[in-house]
């Protein structure tokens, strides 16, 4: 199984918009809604941040929004902070019964 | 609140087998997926398979030949075992528990280096 694909790095200023793609196939994001982000800081565990495409879980901010169409997920991060500057990565259940990770992307505040 | 704590060998030879276990406190194994992801140094996520309370599995298909992951609900632990490891998987190493397709809460973490 071949991990999604995430561009390798996106960046923004503080207060501003982010956007990251998750681009899948036709056997994993274009079939299921099971899709996932997480944060990741240096060193750390991975952050659940986005579950069932859209849906937040409790104590994550609402500046972080999920969607999908096709076979392309994406991560929004409104008003952009500091502590937002992270590795994200989405997930993806698959056909397989199996789950796939994305490439990954690093966050850069300006 | 639900904490995941994982312990195992850090450091291993080539042809070795690792062996982590990870351990659920203040909730139930019952009625969840439990899941092993790794991550090499500098690199991304990988799925490395899940366990369900009933012994049920699914594996990454690149590992499935090396890879067993196995459940103890009498003492709310489960483990992974990978034989025959080589320098590629050189990995921290993350237990996790599954709802609703997703990853929602993370052990640690474990760092295991295979080196001659």
């Known amino acids: 199984q071949s991990a999604l694909t995430q561009p390798a790095s996106v960046s923004g200023s503080p207060g501003q918009s982010i956007t990251i793609s998750c681009i899948g196939t036709n056997s994993d994001l274009g079939v299921y809604n099971y899709v996932s982000w997480y944060q990741q800081h240096p060193g750390k565990a991975p952050k659940f941040l986005i579950y069932?495409?859209?849906d937040r879980p409790s104590g994550v901010s609402n500046r972080f929004s999920g969607s999908k169409s096709g076979n392309t997920a994406s991560l929004t991060i409104s008003g952009l902070q500091a502590e937002d500057e992270a590795d994200y990565y989405c997930s993806a259940y698959t056909t397989s019964r199996t789950y796939v990770f994305g490439t990954g992307t690093r966050v850069t505040v300006l | 609140q639900v904490q995941l704590q994982q312990w195992g060998a850090g450091l291993l030879k080539p042809s070795e087998t690792l062996s982590l276990t990870c351990a659920v406190y203040?909730?139930?194994?019952?009625?969840?997926?439990w899941t092993w992801i790794r991550q090499p140094p500098e690199k991304g996520l990988e799925w490395v398979g899940e366990i369900n309370d009933g012994g049920r599995t699914n594996y990454n298909p690149s590992l499935k030949s090396r890879v067993t992951i196995s459940v103890d609900t009498s003492k709310k632990q489960f483990s992974l075992k990978l034989n025959s490891v080589t320098a590629a998987d050189t990995a921290v190493y993350f237990c996790a528990r599954e709802a609703n397709g997703a990853f929602e809460i993370w052990g640690q973490g474990t760092m295991v280096t295979v080196s001659p």
């Open positions: 069932h495409v859209t």
């Open positions: 203040d909730d139930s194994l019952l009625g969840y997926y």
